[in-house]
């Protein structure tokens, strides 16, 4: 018997919304704040694949709600973005419209999933209730000294009219385009925002080691910050009165210096570069270009660079070192220059194999055929022969420090945040510049500063946001003075840097408490950090570091109250198309969430993902999985009509019943979802062994855990129970260690020495009972009855074996 799925979810998640089931409590001395990365609300919703983190901390905070915690598990949109914007130039609809359809979609299709989110507690990026608090945050780090205007180089996309980051940007036949419409992008020195997330490098190094984060994760934020100490050596120009800062991390190898080399971008390039070799050196800059850092940085390309015509003098040994440029050199770490030691680097060893520079090895080693990069005595290093990496570091630091040669430094890969976009659908920078220069902050009491009303979003032509044409918006009085605001507007990581606290502070959908108000810290005390944040690996670094950066700077002002604003991140793995492929709209691949509701069920839906596998895994869908999934629903239905349940227990499942209480808790608990999922399922096939009266109260606690992953099915049992309220809303089961010392064992039956079947009873049942049962097994039954037995034997709790003719 399968059981109506649309009519017994619809039902429940109509009962869910009239009663306010999931609404956020305040009531228990303990708390889960379980929290998922918020989606971008675009036109084509959502597909099967996205799903997977929302169910996984579904389970995880219907389990703590049952538990008697109160849980915070609230969903939002991180509405504003270029989609948006280019559709709204597209066909002349405003973006703002366009974004709450796409929301609307969205929120349907959680709903129909069965997630218990608290939709009260909703927010939206783009909407002026929300960005009024990033408004404020952007004014707090510009009174830190954290934010501020200078020229730098960007990706800048004539075709979409602003800078793009650049993981909005792909490399295409040695060209830069963009992500969305594939339009050319180029490099190019703008006037933008930036804030100085380099001044908090090490608070965000050191943070990393107390969170309950992947080691991959914390390895990628580590290299990302990339803290190094080393020394600025300052090399003499041949011929000239300049000098060039070089940092390096290993300034023993000093005397095995092969080459010097520049970044495109470096200040001294163009005075450095002789006239013979100038239009060779323009050429090469031209095309470093077209590529992006990481293009430039990927060890696996091979490297480029061309010759300067000039050379530096080697303050140690006097000799003349050929400088070059080349595009792996980035002019925004350390000095922009950086020594070339061919002999110990494997990209310098590639690079100086290329252009025939010389291999100077000046750390001991057999093989001279590749660059050794291992521990070993110095040679060939005059007064540092025969030490040892460490001790000829500290030397040649000494002696640089004491001729003037340099200085200490230490350096990050880090760079600060461009800040800026020159697009209209962004939050407006509370600011405006007076006709002196200054810079004036918005008064608080007037934010949020608004987006204008437009009838049309078009591109300045100026490479200004589309700001710029609406000139009674940008020409104001300020304090009775002119001034114009600023058309440029925040980045989309503005909203999510911070939306985890917007969720704390939401009382309505877009109504948030002051977030410095003595309310809001409270509210921070009780709910921070987040318990739980689960989303996708591609946020591993960005996003995470920048909502690290602001949460650090909010804890420094006294905002929140703690250092760091979530405790265990988990990434959950793809669901891939059924060839293995990664899902996309361009491909054709995807598959929709709501076909599979309408056609096996939300609760279906639900189960199949988690019980794919490891959370973290990725796997391919298959629909004879969801077959599966969907079957074994049904059969927990039918138990409710093929069984009786009785007040009484019989003992006969206390047991597995125990036992599966404790593995499934301990198993959700560890994120372990898959698994839980097989023991709920070990419970199943324990009442279909059965032929006397379920117990009513394992049958209650079988439900409520099954809740967890089947919300609507569960609810639906329950009241078929005769139970009143929410099973949502119950006590988590407890289990009696007493009971889980197992009573039963496995008796194997043969015959003639062949193993023909096995059966459970209880240890200790006696000779007779034993040679009964196996007779009453269908197959053994069938065999002895066209045989002549010639003797029974029954071992208690072991075996029984049958001796035919």
């Given at each position: ?223 990302w910050i990339g803290r190094s100490e ?311 670094t960005l996003h995470l570091l920048y ?7 909010l804890y420094d002002i006294g905002i ?246």
């Amino acid at each position: 018997m399968e059981y109506s799925h649309k009519k017994i979810e619809k039902k429940w998640q109509k009962y869910w919304e009239e009663n306010n089931t999931y609404k956020t409590t305040q009531e228990s001395d303990k708390k889960a704040y379980i929290l998922d990365m918020f989606p971008y609300p675009s036109g084509s919703g959502l597909h099967v694949g996205h799903p997977k983190g929302y169910i996984a901390t579904d389970v995880f905070a219907r389990m703590r709600k049952l538990q008697g915690y109160d849980v915070l598990h609230p969903i939002g949109y991180d509405a504003f973005g270029l989609p948006a914007e280019q559709y709204a130039i597209k066909t002349g609809n405003d973006p703002r419209e366009f974004t709450e359809q796409n929301i609307n979609i969205f929120r349907e299709q959680l709903k129909i999933l069965g997630f218990s989110y608290d939709y009260n507690k909703e927010v939206n990026t783009s909407h002026p209730g929300y960005y009024k608090t990033t408004q404020w945050i952007f004014q707090q780090l510009y009174k830190q000294n954290l934010a501020e205007i200078r020229y730098a180089n960007v990706n800048w996309c004539e075709g979409l009219g602003t800078v793009l980051a650049n993981e909005e940007v792909v490399v295409k036949n040695g060209k830069m385009y963009s992500d969305i419409g594939d339009f050319e992008v180029i490099k190019k020195p703008m006037k933008q925002w930036v804030l100085k997330i380099t001044h908090y490098a090490d608070k965000l190094l050191e943070g990393l080691d107390e969170l309950d984060w992947p080691n991959s994760v914390k390895e990628l934020q580590k290299n990302w910050i990339g803290r190094s100490e080393g020394v600025i050596i300052n090399f003499k120009i041949k011929g000239s009165s300049k000098t060039l800062p070089v940092f390096t991390t290993r300034p023993d190898t000093i005397f095995g210096i092969s080459y010097l080399v520049l970044a495109p971008e470096h200040e001294l390039l163009k005075e450095l570069c002789s006239n013979e070799f100038k239009k060779d050196v323009e050429e090469y800059v031209q095309l470093a270009k077209t590529k992006t850092d990481i293009q430039r940085q990927d060890d696996s390309k091979e490297k480029t660079g061309a010759f300067i015509g000039s050379y530096a003098i080697n303050p140690f040994n006097n000799e003349e070192i050929p400088l070059w440029v080349a595009d792996y050199v980035l002019n925004d770490y350390g000095t922009g220059a950086v020594m070339g030691v061919a002999a110990h680097d494997n990209r310098d060893f590639e690079f100086a194999k290329k252009y025939n520079l010389p291999i100077k090895f000046v750390i001991e080693t057999k093989d001279t055929s590749k660059a050794f990069i291992g521990e070993g005595k110095h040679i060939n290093s005059d007064f540092l022969n025969g030490l040892l990496k460490d001790e000829a570091k500290d030397l040649i630091t000494k002696k640089i420090l004491e001729n003037n040669f340099g200085q200490i430094k230490v350096n990050y890969k880090l760079r600060d945040w461009l800040f800026s976009r020159q697009r209209f659908y962004g939050e407006p920078f509370p600011v405006v510049f007076l006709e002196d220069g200054q810079i004036a902050l918005v008064d608080e009491k007037d934010l949020p500063l608004e987006l204008p009303k437009t009838d049309y979003i078009k591109p300045s032509g100026t490479g200004e946001s589309p700001l710029a044409n609406i000139s009674e918006w940008v020409n104001i009085e300020f304090n009775g003075k002119p001034a114009k605001r600023e058309t440029n507007t925040m980045p989309q990581w503005a909203g999510s840097c911070w939306y985890y606290l917007a969720y704390i502070l939401t009382t309505s959908p877009n109504n948030l408490i002051d977030i410095n108000s003595q309310e809001a810290k409270k509210l921070f005390e009780k709910w921070l950090p987040v318990d739980l944040y689960v989303g996708g690996q591609e946020h591993a670094t960005l996003h995470l570091l920048y909502a690290r950066f602001w949460h650090k700077v909010l804890y420094d002002i006294g905002i929140v109250t703690t250092k760091e604003p979530f405790q265990k991140l988990i990434n959950q793995g793809m669901i891939l198309a059924d060839n293995g492929e990664k899902m996309s709209k361009s491909k054709g691949n995807t598959i929709n969430p709501d076909e599979i509701v309408e056609s096996h069920g939300a609760d279906t839906l639900r189960l199949y993902e988690m019980f794919m596998g490891p959370i973290e895994a990725s796997f391919p869908w298959a629909f004879n999985g969801l077959d599966g999934s969907r079957k074994w629903l049904d059969r927990v239905y039918r138990i409710f009509e093929k069984f009786e349940f009785s007040q009484t227990n019989n003992h006969n499942l206390d047991f597995v019943y125990n036992e599966v209480v404790k593995k499934v808790t301990t198993m959700i608990e560890e994120c372990k979802l898959n698994t839980a999922v097989s023991q709920l399922m070990v419970f199943v096939n324990a009442i279909y062994k059965e032929t006397q009266p379920i117990y009513i109260e394992y049958i209650k606690g079988f439900l409520i855990m099954l809740s967890t992953y089947a919300p609507h099915l569960a609810e639906e049992l329950w009241e078929k129970i005769g139970q009143k309220a929410s099973v949502c809303l119950q006590q988590w089961p407890s289990y009696d260690e007493t009971k889980l010392v197992n009573d039963n064992t496995i008796i194997a039956v043969q015959i003639n020495g062949k193993l023909r079947a096995t059966f459970e009873t209880k240890k200790g049942t006696s000779k007779e009972e034993l040679l009964t049962k196996a007779k009453s097994i269908e197959k053994i039954s069938e065999s002895l009855k066209n045989s002549t037995v010639l003797k029974e034997i029954a071992v208690i709790d072991k075996i029984v074996s049958f001796v035919t003719k």
